[in-house]
């Protein structure tokens, strides 16, 4: 598998960093102060690669907080961010169905 700094970046409009906590797995987003929020409106956007590339590489170094970090799309309508594709709405509000009692949730 290639590293995701070895990949050329190709975006269409804007992007944010995503990954997981470390420590539970639960879905971050990087901020424009070098930190993880829970919130997908917290996120730094970017726009063009260099903006994406410099996010992405500081995330990555950032491998201590959150692990398996990637660039996702997102759409802005009104200053709110959502985002941009199915996998990303899956990953933000969690599975698309019930999980057995056995999981306590």
Do not use: C
Not at 9 to 18: H, N, Q, S, W
Not at 45 to 57: C, D, G, K, S, Y
Not at 60 to 75: H, K, L, R
């Amino acid at each position: 598998m290639t590293s995701p700094l070895q990949q050329k970046l190709k975006i269409a409009g804007p992007v944010v960093v995503t990954a997981n906590r470390l420590g539970d797995g639960v879905v971050v987003y990087r901020t424009a102060d070098n930190g993880w929020s829970t919130q997908i409106g917290a996120a730094a956007i970017a726009t063009t690669v260099p903006a994406a590339t410099e996010l992405l590489h500081a995330a990555i170094a950032d491998d201590i907080s959150a692990v398996g970090a990637y660039i996702a799309p997102v759409e802005v309508d009104a200053g709110r961010i959502q985002p941009g594709n199915m996998r990303e709405r899956i990953r933000l509000q969690g599975p698309t169905f019930d999980l057995p009692a056995i999981f306590g949730i």
